[in-house]
């Protein structure tokens, strides 16, 4: 496994190399990340991750300093994994100028996360767009737990006309439901006792729409309301299409329910499709 820090040193590594695919991440690995991994693997003759806080995508009240940094064991995780380059920037390598071009993913930056986060999928897809271009990959690996990001990205790649293949992974869970996350480690150890009711209510609205129930909004309420009652703070909970994410009209049957809501320091992100 190589390790390497500069774009020079990466690009002089991969020029040889028939094809990659490409696992971006922040680093502090779960077996989320380790499962991209896998899923990446037989896909190209060289699997690349790369490991960057972006300052770009967090506010100015958000985890930015307090984000885990463990590289020694995300080393040993990626080696055990077989990965065969890491890549692994300082702040001076991706941004060595102030970043003056931006990438604006329309309007889906200012719902849902975005109206949560503002100027969060900004920063999430103009990093991707140079790692993209530092990494050159055939294809890429993403988690359906950060569904709109997945969105966002899988649009832009589409609208910029990449040569690159995005492909979406299903959400990896704790025995008890909890999706994997790196922010799990914010939890007390009460708080995660409490994390998986997240998804358990997720799953009841999955099957209530299921079931034949086309009001979205009492649905959405009571998942708010059940939260709250269990010491969350909900910042929303959606019903929304597959495809954009907008709220469904009469006849959409291709439906995602979306979850975020803050547990004591950490800030929890779900969704489960449905498909009606």
């Not at 692994?88 to 102030?98: A, G, N, Q």
């Not at 949560?116 to 988690?143: C, D, E, Q, W, Y």
């Not at 939260?227 to 994410?245: C, E, F, N, T």
Request: proline content about 6%; hydrophobic content about 45%; glycine content about 6%.
């Amino acid at each position: 496994m190589d390790l390497i820090h500069s774009v020079d040193a990466l690009r002089l590594r991969l020029q040889h190399e028939p094809n990659n695919v490409f696992v971006p991440t922040m680093g502090n690995l779960h077996g989320g990340h380790i499962q991209l991994i896998k899923i990446a693997k037989p896909r190209a003759a060289c699997t690349v991750v790369s490991i960057f806080v972006n300052r770009l995508q967090f506010g100015p009240q958000e985890d930015f300093e307090r984000y885990p940094r463990t590289l020694e064991s995300d080393c040993a995780k990626l080696r055990d994994a077989g990965v065969d380059v890491v890549f692994v920037p300082d702040e001076r390598e991706i941004y060595s100028e102030p970043q003056t071009f931006l990438v604006e993913p329309s309007d889906l930056q200012h719902i849902l996360d975005g109206a949560a986060r503002p100027g969060h999928f900004r920063g999430v897809a103009t990093v991707v767009l140079k790692l993209f271009n530092m990494v050159s990959p055939h294809s890429a690996i993403f988690g359906k737990k950060d569904y709109q990001q997945c969105l966002v990205l899988t649009n832009m790649v589409r609208q910029f006309a990449l040569p690159i293949e995005i492909i979406l992974a299903e959400t990896v869970r704790a025995a008890d439901g909890l999706a994997l996350s790196s922010r799990n480690d914010y939890l007390s150890a009460e708080e995660r006792r409490e994390a998986p009711h997240l998804y358990q209510l997720l799953c009841e609205a999955r099957e209530a729409i299921a079931a034949g129930a086309r009001d979205y909004q009492p649905i959405e309420l009571d998942v708010m309301a059940a939260l709250a009652h269990h010491g969350w703070k909900p910042d929303y909970i959606a019903v929304r299409r597959q495809s954009d994410l907008q709220p469904p009209a009469e006849g959409d049957r291709r439906l995602v329910v979306l979850a975020a809501a803050r547990l004591g320091r950490a800030r929890l992100i779900d969704n489960v499709e449905v498909n009606v």
